[in-house]
C-alpha cells in the first residue's frame, strides 16, 4: 500500500456526490409539479375529428328534402410547413402569394388557439371545402404535402328548390360561435338560417374523436387503443318536417313571376304544410367552396331572394281580419248575428269617406263577409271601441287590442324560425304618438278595415285562417313535425299546447258561415270553391304606397272538419280574388286530393303563365 | 513464491454481475426506445437486432479475456497502443464523417470508432507506464511521458471534431489524482471552471468584468490581511490571484475563438442563459419532458411515447437515459444508478485491493472513464451538463462502445483476478 491509499475517498465520495445529485435532480423532474405525463401525452397523440352526417330532413310523406355529400377541408401542420410543398399546395389551390400567407397566419393562430383549449389538435384549417378536383389532385400528391391532410365532413344536398327560407343554409362557423361554444372548430359548417339554424344543436349531431399516436414529423402511429380516447361520430337523428313537398312544387309554379308568400297550416296540430316565397333563391348555390361567392351575389340581388316573406314580410292585412273583428263584437255583446248596418256606397262621416263597392244594403253580418262590406266595419269598429261600457274610446280600443293579440298579432308566432317579426298591431301608446292624446274613432278608422298601423305577417295571416277553422284556438305553427329521440321534451309541448283566444265557438258560426257565402255563388271569391268539400274564405286587398295593391286571400277547408288553413299574398295583384285566391284554392285541392288531377284546368294554366313581376 | 502466482481467484462476482445487469438494462431499454408503436412481442427491430450481435460478441471477448493469459496485456500494452494511434490518424483521412465528426471507420453497415479503442489503449499504456519497475508519478520526465499518453490520442480525437470523446480523456487526469497527482491541480482545474461560467454569465448578461475582478482582489486582500504572517502562504494567494485575473481576462477570447457557436450555444443553454424552442433546446425540453414524465413508477414497458415517437433525439444511443427515466421512472432510476454506482464504488475497492501499480492504474482509469461518461451523459439528458454526444456505458445502443467498455473493465478484473 502506498501512502496515497486514502485518496480513495476523494474517489467514493465524488462519486456519491454526483450520483445523489443526478439522483435529487431526476427527482425533482418526477415527482415535482411541472405536468411533464401531460406534456408528453400532447406531444404524441393527435385527436382527428370524427364529422357526423347532419340530420336527414324529411317532408311529412317521408320524402327526403335534404341530404349529406361529402366535403373535405385541407389541414395543415403550421410548424410542418416547407417550402417545398407551399409551392405545390399554391398551384393545385391556386392561390397566390398574399393569399397563401393570410392563410398560414390564420392556420397558425387557430392551432395556437387549439392548443390553449388543451386540446392535441396542433393542426388547423388551411382550406376548407375542396372542390372535388383540388381533392383528386391533393390526394395523389398527398405523399409530397407533408405538412397537409384532408379531413372529411359533410355537406349538404337539396332536393328540391322553392323551400330554401324553410331549410335555411349552412355556412361556415362564425367567430362568436367558437368563442361562446366549445363544440366548433374553425371551419366547422352550422346553419346560418332557417331550421338548419333553429334545430343545430339537434341537427348537428355529436362529432366524435379518434385519437391516433403521432410521432415528432406527425405521421400517425396508430390509433390509440383506449377506449376513452375514441368516440364514433354519431349522426343528427332523422327530422321529419311538417311540409308537404307536393304543395311546395305545386306553390312554386302557381307562383312563377309573380311576388309574395304562400303559409298552409294544418289547423288541428299547427304544422306547417307549405311554407313559400317568391322570389326564392336555390339552396345547393350556398353549397361548397362557391358558398360565400354566391351568397354575396345574392345578397346584393334587387328581388332580394333571401328575403323571408313568410315570415318577415309585413302586409296590411285589408278585409281578412273583418272576420276577427266581427268575432270580437260577437264576444263582447256589441253585435249580433242579425245586426244590420246600412252602406251607401261606402262609410261616410263628417268628412271622411271610406269607400265600399255598390252592393245591396243593408247588410246582416253573414253577408257582410261575404260581400265585405267596408261600411259594415267602420260602423262595427266604430261600435266596439266607443261602446259605453268602456267607458272611453282608449279603454275601448284597449280591449280591441287585447282580443288581436290573442290572436298572435303583433307579436312573433313563434314559429321555428329565427328572425321572425311580429307585424304590428298599434298599441294605445302607438296611437297617441301619431294622433294626439285626445283621438278618436273616426280618425283611426281605417284600422277596422285592416288599413293603417295594423301590419301583419303572412304566418300570422295563416294562423288566423287556422283560428277560425278551429273555432277559436290555435298551436304555435312550426315547420318540424318531429325529431327522432326528441318526443315529449320542452321543444315538443311547446307545440302541443292550445292558444285560446277567448271567443266563443259558437260566435263562429254566423262568422264561417258568411266566409262560406265567400266562394259561393254572390261571394267576392266565387272560383276558390272547391267541387268536393266547402272552402271558408276572405278575401284582401292592401292598399301599398309603394304601387298596385297587394292580393291577399285567407281560407280553409273543408268548413265542418278543416284539414288545411291558407294565407296567400301576392304583391301588386290587384284584387283579393284575383289571383290569391285561385292559387290557394289549387293548394287546397291538391292538399284534399293528392291523388287526383285539378278539377280545374283552365285555373291552373291562368296562373301559372301570369307573370306580374317587372323584370 | 513461484506458487503464488498460481492461485485463481474468480472473477469478481459483483463486478460481473453489475456488468450483466446493465448490459440487460441497456437491452431491454434499446428493445423499447426502438420498436414503433404497434410492434408486436419478441420482433426486433434492426437497431435492437444489431445489439444482441454486440452483446453475444462482447460477450465473447470478455470470456477471451477470462481464459487469456494475463501476461499478453502487458506485453502488447505499448503495441496495441500505438496500433490505436495509428488507427485514430487514419480515421483522419480515410474515415467517414457522421454527424460532423471524422470518427468512424465505416464497413457497409458497420462502423468502428477507434476513439472508443484509444481509452482502453491509454489505459493500458498508462498502467504499463507506470507500472513498469522504479517509475513513479513523479519528476519532470515521467510526468511529461504520462500525461502526453493520454493528451495525443485526446488531440487526436479533438482533431477529429469529435469533442465529446476528447473530453472523457479528462478521466485520466482524475485517475492520476491516486497516483500522486497534486489536489491542487484538481482544486484548480474546478476553480478555472468555476471562473469561466462566472465569466460567461457576465458576458452574456453584460456586467462589467471590473465587478468580478474587484471582488476576486477583495477576497485574495482579505485572506492575505488574515495570513499575514504566513509569508509562503501570501506569496500562494497572490499567485493565485494574478492567475485567476489573467485566466479571466483571457478566457473570454479562448470561448468565442475555440469554441464553436453550436457549444456556445449548448453551454449557454444548460446555463439558462439562452432559450432555443426549435434546436438544441427543443431537445434538451424533449428529454426533460421524457425523464419527468416518468413520475414515480414509470409509463412503463414499450409505453414511453417521447421516445418511442422520436421527440427525443438519439433516443437509442446518446440519451438511452430518458427511457430509462421516462418508462420505469424514478424507481426505475434508482435501481440503475444503484447497480451503475455499486459498479464504480467496488472498482475502486478492487483497485486498492492490487498489490501492482499496473492493475491500479488499469482500475482507477476504468472508475474514471465510466464515471466521466456516466456524468456527462446523464447530465446531458437533465439539463446539468452541456449537450455532448457520448454514449452511457453498457446502456447506449452501439458495437465499438460497448466492446471498449466491456475491454476496459474486464482487462483490469483479469488483472484482479490473477493478483498476487
Known amino acids: ?615 | 513464491m513461484p506458487f503464488k502466482q498460481s492461485i485463481e481467484n474468480r472473477l469478481d462476482p459483483i463486478a460481473l454481475l453489475a456488468y450483466i445487469g446493465l448490459v440487460l438494462i441497456g437491452f431491454i431499454n434499446i428493445y423499447s426506445a426502438s420498436a414503433g408503436v404497434d410492434q408486436e412481442w419478441l420482433s426486433l427491430s434492426t437497431v435492437a437486432r444489431k445489439q444482441l450481435v454486440f452483446i453475444a460478441s462482447a460477450g465473447l471477448l470478455a470470456l477471451f479475456i477470462a481464459y487469456a493469459n494475463v501476461r499478453l496485456m502487458d506485453y502488447f500494452a505499448y503495441g496495441f497502443y500505438g496500433l490505436a494511434i495509428a488507427l485514430n490518424i487514419a480515421v483522419l483521412f480515410l474515415g467517414k464523417e457522421v454527424a460532423g465528426a471524422k470518427s468512424w471507420f465505416g464497413y457497409g453497415g458497420f462502423g468502428i470508432q477507434p476513439s472508443e479503442f484509444a481509452k482502453v489503449a491509454t489505459a493500458l499504456a498508462l498502467s504499463k507506464f507506470l507500472g513498469t519497475y522504479g517509475v513513479r508519478f513523479k519528476g519532470w520526465k515521467n510526468v511529461t511521458i504520462a500525461l502526453l499518453l493520454f493528451l495525443l490520442p485526446m488531440g487526436l480525437i479533438l482533431l477529429q471534431n469529435d469533442t465529446g470523446s476528447a473530453l472523457v480523456f479528462t478521466a485520466f487526469f482524475f485517475m492520476l489524482y491516486r497516483e500522486g497527482l497534486p489536489g491542487f491541480i484538481l482544486i484548480s482545474a474546478v476553480w478555472l471552471g468555476f471562473l469561466a461560467i462566472i465569466k460567461i454569465y457576465l458576458e452574456s448578461l453584460g456586467v462589467s468584468y471590473w465587478y468580478e475582478y474587484g471582488i476576486l482582489a477583495g477576497l485574495a486582500s482579505l485572506f492575505i490581511y488574515f495570513t499575514r504572517s504566513n509569508k509562503n502562504l501570501v506569496r500562494l494567494t497572490l499567485m493565485i490571484l494574478v492567475v485567476s485575473l489573467v485566466y479571466s481576462a483571457t478566457i473570454g477570447w479562448f470561448y468565442n475563438q475555440i469554441l464553436q457557436q453550436y457549444q456556445r450555444d449548448r453551454i449557454e443553454l444548460v446555463l439558462q442563459l439562452k432559450e432555443d424552442r426549435l434546436g438544441v433546446g427543443f431537445n434538451l425540453e424533449q428529454s426533460k419532458i421524457a425523464i419527468g414524465a416518468g413520475e414515480f413508477s414509470g409509463r412503463g414497458f414499450m409505453e414511453g411515447t417521447q421516445t418511442k415517437m422520436g421527440f427525443v433525439p438519439e433516443q437509442h444511443t446518446d440519451f438511452i437515459f430518458c427511457t430509462i427515466g421516462e418508462e420505469w421512472g424514478l424507481l426505475g432510476v434508482l435501481v440503475f444508478f444503484f447497480i451503475y454506482g455499486s459498479l464504480l464504488m467496488r472498482l475502486v475497492f478492487l483497485s486498492e485491493r492490487q498489490t501492482t501499480t499496473a492493475a491500479r492504474v488499469m482500475g482507477y482509469s476504468a472508475a474514471s472513464i465510466f464515471f466521466v461518461h456516466f456524468a456527462i451523459n446523464v447530465g446531458m439528458t437533465i439539463g446539468i451538463v452541456p449537450v455532448i454526444g457520448i454514449p452511457l456505458p453498457f446502456i447506449s445502443a452501439g458495437g465499438s462502445s460497448l466492446w471498449a467498455f466491456t475491454l476496459l473493465l474486464f482487462l483490469f478484473l483479469r488483472m484482479d483476478q490473477k493478483r498476487m
Open chain 1, 1 to 615: 500500500m502506498d501512502q496515497n491509499s486514502n485518496r480513495r475517498w476523494v474517489y467514493i465520495l465524488t462519486f456519491a456526490a454526483i450520483l445523489l445529485l443526478y439522483a435529487m435532480r431526476i427527482a425533482g423532474l418526477q415527482l415535482g409539479t411541472t405536468p411533464y405525463e401531460q406534456m408528453a401525452i400532447n406531444n404524441a397523440l393527435n385527436k382527428v375529428t370524427l364529422y357526423p352526417g347532419r340530420s336527414v330532413l324529411f317532408d311529412r310523406n317521408g320524402r327526403i328534402l335534404v341530404r349529406n355529400t361529402p366535403a373535405y377541408d385541407l389541414k395543415v401542420f403550421p410548424k410542418k410547413m416547407g417550402s417545398a410543398d407551399s409551392v405545390l399546395i399554391c398551384q393545385i389551390l391556386g392561390l397566390d402569394s398574399a393569399d397563401f400567407a393570410q392563410r398560414t397566419l390564420l392556420a397558425w393562430i387557430n392551432s395556437k388557439k387549439r392548443q390553449r383549449n388543451n386540446s392535441y389538435d396542433r393542426s388547423a384549417v388551411f382550406f376548407s371545402n375542396l372542390s372535388p378536383e383540388q381533392y383528386a389532385i391533393i390526394r395523389e400528391n398527398l405523399y409530397r404535402l407533408k405538412a397537409y391532410y384532408v379531413e372529411p365532413k359533410t355537406d349538404r344536398l337539396y332536393n328540391f328548390n322553392g323551400s330554401a327560407h324553410a331549410f335555411g343554409y349552412l355556412g361556415e362557423v362564425s367567430e362568436e360561435m367558437l368563442e361562446s361554444d366549445p363544440y366548433y372548430q374553425p371551419g366547422d359548417l352550422v346553419g346560418i338560417t332557417g331550421i338548419e339554424k333553429y334545430y343545430e344543436n339537434q341537427i348537428r349531431g355529436i362529432k366524435g374523436v379518434k385519437t391516433v399516436w403521432q410521432d415528432r414529423t406527425y405521421v400517425e402511429q396508430g390509433t390509440v387503443k383506449n377506449e376513452s380516447f375514441n368516440k364514433p361520430a354519431i349522426a343528427g337523428p332523422d327530422v321529419q318536417l311538417s311540409l308537404d313537398m307536393a304543395l311546395q312544387l305545386l306553390a312554386d309554379s302557381l307562383m312563377a313571376g309573380k311576388r309574395g308568400s304562400i303559409v298552409a297550416i294544418e289547423p288541428k296540430t299547427g304544422e306547417v304544410l307549405a311554407f313559400y316565397n317568391s322570389p326564392h333563391y336555390n339552396p345547393n348555390l350556398l353549397v361548397g367552396q362557391q358558398r360565400t361567392e354566391e351568397f354575396r351575389k345574392l345578397l346584393i340581388d334587387p328581388k332580394k331572394p333571401l328575403y323571408n316573406r313568410a315570415v318577415k314580410g309585413v302586409y296590411p292585412p285589408g278585409s281578412t281580419v273583418k272576420p276577427i273583428l266581427a268575432l270580437i263584437g260577437l264576444q263582447e255583446g256589441i253585435l249580433t248575428p242579425e245586426t244590420r248596418h246600412s252602406c251607401a256606397g261606402g262609410y261616410h262621416m263628417g268628412s271622411i269617406t271610406v269607400g265600399c263597392h255598390p252592393h245591396p244594403s243593408p247588410l246582416a253580418l253573414a253577408q257582410s263577409i261575404q260581400i265585405s262590406c267596408n261600411a259594415y266595419y267602420c260602423q262595427l269598429f266604430r261600435d266596439i271601441i266607443d261602446a259605453p261600457k268602456y267607458g272611453n274610446v282608449r279603454e275601448g280600443y284597449a280591449i280591441l287590442e287585447s282580443y288581436w293579440r290573442r290572436f298572435g298579432l303583433g307579436s312573433p308566432t313563434g314559429i321555428d324560425l329565427l328572425g321572425e317579426s311580429g307585424g304590428n298591431i298599434p298599441s294605445v301608446a302607438q296611437l297617441d304618438r301619431r294622433h294626439g292624446e285626445r283621438w278618436r274613432s273616426s280618425m283611426i278608422i281605417s284600422l277596422g278595415i285592416g288599413q293603417g298601423e295594423i301590419l301583419l305577417t303572412p304566418i300570422q295571416l295563416a294562423n288566423l285562417a287556422a283560428i277560425i277553422a278551429n273555432r277559436g284556438y290555435y298551436y304555435t305553427p312550426h315547420l318540424v313535425k318531429q325529431i327522432e329521440g326528441y318526443s315529449d321534451t320542452a321543444w315538443d309541448r311547446r307545440f302541443r299546447t292550445a292558444h285560446y283566444t277567448g271567443i266563443e265557438p259558437r260566435h263562429f258560426v254566423p262568422v264561417i258561415q258568411g266566409m262560406e257565402m265567400v266562394t259561393q255563388v254572390g261571394g267576392t271569391a266565387r272560383g276558390a270553391a272547391l267541387d268536393s268539400v266547402v272552402v271558408c274564405a276572405k278575401t284582401g286587398t292592401a292598399q301599398n304606397p309603394h304601387g298596385k295593391d297587394h292580393s291577399l286571400f285567407i281560407a280553409f277547408a273543408p268548413k265542418d272538419d278543416p284539414q288545411i288553413a291558407i294565407a296567400v299574398i301576392v304583391e301588386n295583384a290587384g284584387f283579393g280574388a284575383t289571383y290569391a285566391a285561385p292559387i290557394a284554392s289549387l293548394l287546397m285541392e291538391r292538399y284534399l286530393h293528392p291523388e287526383r288531377d285539378t278539377k280545374k284546368p283552365y285555373m291552373k294554366e291562368n296562373m301559372f303563365n301570369a307573370r306580374l313581376e317587372t323584370p
